[in-house]
């Protein structure tokens, strides 16, 4: 019985042995293919820091928390679901060293879904005082639907391009032995344009009649895939 399962267990090893050497033995042709595409942005996190300094110790973090939160439902943010805290800390060490009075800090994020949102924040913030607003990150929430959608588009690219190699040999191509993906991040510079459009908007228009747009983010699919030649 075990020279049996010895024999089998061999020729199994054997078989494989010799379908992966066929299998590097056949000619193949590895190249990338590519695909992308322009989203608006549709899920933003500003950034709030409310501080006691900014106010030279006049209102408390308490006070202004209180004026923030009236003036973002008064421009249509849901607050119980769109704030949230981040942190809250004061500078009581530097009063230690009697450097500075205890003036207090608190950081907020907000989410927003475009850029008239964006804007009716920064705008109305600006109104009560408040100008350390920033925006934090952006993204669009349909990201991974689209890239896999992309994904599609971008292995035929690939083997596209094969083909474009293998049509003046006079040979075609195969299927496919092997697929790598690669992922692409967004990058954050569009932040900061997006901040400049705001800057734009206040000078030039009114709450009432937002005049930005955001930059859209480009989503990109990368592939590396090997195909076999016939």
């Known amino acids: 019985m075990k020279q049996l399962l010895f024999a089998l267990l061999a020729f199994a090893t054997v078989n494989s042995f010799s379908q992966t050497k066929n299998s590097i033995d056949k000619p193949f042709i590895e190249v990338s293919g590519q695909a992308d595409t322009l989203v608006v942005p549709n899920k933003i996190w500003i950034n709030v820091l409310l501080s006691e300094k900014d106010s030279k110790g006049k209102k408390s973090v308490e006070d202004l928390e209180k004026e923030m939160l009236s003036k973002l439902k008064e421009i249509g943010i849901n607050i119980e679901k769109d704030v949230t805290v981040n942190d809250m800390s004061s500078n009581f ?35 009560i005082g408040v100008s350390n607003v920033r925006i934090e990150k952006i993204e669009n929430t349909d990201k991974k639907k689209i890239v896999f959608s992309l994904n599609a588009k971008a292995i035929l690219d690939a083997k596209q391009r094969a083909e474009s190699f293998t049509k003046a040999l006079n040979q075609k191509v195969g299927n496919v032995q092997e697929i790598t993906s690669y992922d692409d991040e967004t990058n954050n510079t569009y932040a900061r344009i997006i901040s400049r459009n705001i800057n734009r908007y206040e000078a030039e228009s009114t709450p009432e009649e937002p005049n930005i747009e955001f930059e859209k983010i480009k989503i990109t699919s990368i592939v590396k895939a090997k195909f076999l030649i016939e």
Do not use: M, P, R
């Not at 009063?95 to 475009?114: R, T």
């Not at 804007?119 to 109305?124: A, E, P, Y």
């Open 93 to 127: 060490k530097n009063y230690l060293l009697k450097q500075n009075d205890i003036f207090k800090s608190k950081s907020y994020s907000i989410i927003v879904k475009n850029a008239i949102e964006t804007s009716k924040v920064f705008v109305g913030l600006e109104k």
